[in-house]
């Protein structure tokens, strides 16, 4: 398997749906706490991204292991699997030792910080597994964007304010709600990710047996939900600021609407997985972008 294969495989270009809700962990926490552990954050880092690596090979292997004879062109033209003529035993031996490592290093931290964390990774893992994995998986229900939002936009922002604060005494019921809304704007650029994806492949999903959200609601609606995912995270970033717990330099991050709005349009005119897809990816980069460097200003400029 060469390097390019290697980072297609465990999808490289997704990363920043995983490292953006770390950073806004951190920032969160240094603008409300000023108290950071790099140690156990970095650790943390290590085995997230692993783990978001095993959960990608872990969606591409069981998407090929389970089409059945119908989906033969579509395992051979489009999986990367199949496409790449790649050994089925040495991706799951690859997943799986991916997955181990992270799960190590995730019981390393159980036992430094305690068991908030081992409730909320065990969460994580189930979670990552169902989403493909399993007699039904979530990605191909009407709760996929929930738990992929969810999980990759709160979860991992949580469990770094966390290990931050496991020290302490502020990790509390009330700072949940605070993180919540702190993450809102990540969560929904996830979950409007992972609809965007499922819009343009509504026909495929069918012939896959897939009943995701858009089988319910139709296109149209659909994609007027997607469009509502982009308003409620710029609601919740507002909110946020407003109560005090992100720097008010984080309204910077709002100059981003236009942008969003013009990919938002893309979408609606065209639904085809190669043409418009990149639009929900862009603007995913784009918030990720514009709220890590409007909140780091506020940090340093008060």
Known sequence: ???SVFL???EIKAKIA???PFLLGMIFVQANFHHLNWGVSLLFFVAMVLFNMAVDINDNYQDYTKAGNQAA???KHTNIIGVHHLAV???FALMASLATVAGVIGLYLVWRTGWPLLAMGVFCFLVGYLYAGGPKPLSGTPTGEFFAGFTMGYMIMLITVYLNLYQTTAFTGGLLVRVLLASGIAVMAIAALLLANNICDA????SLNRKTIVYYLGKQRALWLFASFYVM???SLVVSVALGDLPKWSLLALLSIPVIVRNVQGLFRVQVKKETFILAVRSLGVLALVTVVAEL???WLG
């Open 297 to 299: 200003l506020g940090l």
């Open 8 to 10: 297609e495989l465990v």
């Open 18 to 20: 995983s490292v953006w």
């Open 89 to 91: 035993n040495r991706i």
């Open 1 to 3: 398997m060469t390097v």
């Open 203 to 206: 026909d495929e999903d069918l």
């Open 233 to 235: 995270g710029y609601l």
């Open 73 to 75: 062109e579509w395992k």
